[in-house]
């Protein structure tokens, strides 16, 4: 009997063990942490446990970087900092910047959980004035925080001012028609002075400085010289293309050029402006024409063409569409591509008794296509 209180008793204890261990595993799984009330708070996983890959996480302190005032002979630093939030150690894979004027500089790319870290990112400002912005995008492993943007902004001040700043152009000048284009440039300093103005074609361009005085550009005062490049008269029909090249007494921006980049239009107009011979390959033939109008009316006369082009082999003929009128011929190329070159560009230069157009050039372009 007293064993049977005992059994009794044991099995009662043990039945009361196991239905609180029953319940405490219906609140809590086994193998399944508790989820907490408040937000998730990521920290780094005890020595010894296992690492999810994945879990790093990028955080920056700032995303916006501001170089302040600047100028353009000068690069400006800008330093972000970061921590690795995440319970994992964190690889940055990639960093895109918008634009090659922003060079990122990391000493290294992995970082552990609460592990802080620097980017620096170095700007140019060459070749810029004004407010600048310019984004940067990092690529991290992270599956919290796989890509962030950050920032960078300056007000860059250039040191020597030209107007226009890009290019010099004499569009569409008539064949004998002599144009002057001018070029302002502006110094920071009372005794600034454009020492020297020269092109790499003084056949076509003549080119002088000129004083002038003060200006307000950019809300600052600035001190101004002009240079004056003209195109001469005799300037042949076509594209010309050259430079003009500015010296200054200001040793942080002493000497810096500019394209010129003019067309003479003559008496002879093409249509189509060139003969495209579009895809062919090795051994296609090809048959195109062009017409060759005197813009005034006159009548005029093409006495013959070539062209030295090895890739090309054809033949040329041309004739007037009118016999009585001559004021527009017709002009036929019909032959083989011979070359393996990628490319079968070439010039057909047509023989004319035009005045300053004698030797009229007929571009004719062309792509091979594989076999």
Request: charged share 25%; aromatic share 6%.
């Amino acid at each position: 009997m007293a064993r049977n209180r005992l059994g009794v008793m044991v099995f009662a204890a043990l039945g009361t063990t196991l239905t609180a261990s029953t319940a405490f595993g219906q609140l809590f799984p086994i193998d399944q942490p508790a989820r907490p009330s408040g937000p998730v708070i990521e920290t780094a996983p005890q020595p010894g446990t296992e690492r999810t890959a994945g879990n790093g996480r990028i955080v920056f302190f700032n995303t916006d970087g501001d170089t302040g005032e600047i100028y353009d002979t000068e690069n400006a630093t800008v330093e972000f900092k970061f921590r690795n939030v995440g319970s994992d150690p964190l690889t940055i894979t990639r960093i895109q910047p918008s634009c090659g004027c922003t060079v990122p500089e990391m000493e290294k790319t992995v970082f552990e959980p609460n592990e802080v870290g620097t980017m620096k990112v170095v700007f140019d400002p060459r070749g810029r004035q004004g407010h600048v912005a310019r984004s940067i995008q990092v690529f991290t492993d992270s599956r919290l925080t796989p890509t962030t943007t950050i920032n960078v902004k300056s007000f860059v001040k250039p040191v020597v001012v030209s107007v226009p700043s890009d290019v010099v152009a004499f569009d569409s000048v008539n064949k004998g028609e002599e144009v002057v284009r001018e070029v302002r440039v502006f110094g920071r300093f009372p005794d600034f002075e454009v020492t020297r103005a020269s092109t790499n074609d003084p056949m076509l361009y003549e080119v002088e400085v000129i004083p002038a005085g003060e200006a307000t550009v950019l809300g600052e005062t600035m001190y101004e010289r002009i240079v004056r490049v003209t195109m001469k008269g005799s300037a042949t029909p076509g594209q010309h293309n050259s430079s003009l090249t500015i010296r200054t007494n200001d040793e942080r921006r002493s000497i810096f050029s500019l394209p010129l980049v003019g067309r003479v239009v003559g008496d002879l107009e093409l249509s189509p402006v060139r003969m495209t011979l579009g895809r062919l390959s090795v051994g296609d033939e090809f048959e195109r024409e062009i017409r060759v109008r005197h813009r005034k009316g006159e009548a005029f006369e093409i006495t013959g063409a070539h062209m030295a082009n090895p890739s090309i082999d054809a033949e040329y003929t041309f004739e007037p569409l009118d016999g009585d009128d001559r004021s527009e011929w017709l002009v036929r190329a019909k032959g083989r591509v011979n070359s393996s070159a990628p490319r079968f560009n070439a010039t057909l230069n047509l023989i004319t008794d035009v005045q300053g157009e004698e030797l009229t050039p007929v571009m004719m372009t062309g792509v091979l296509r594989p076999n």
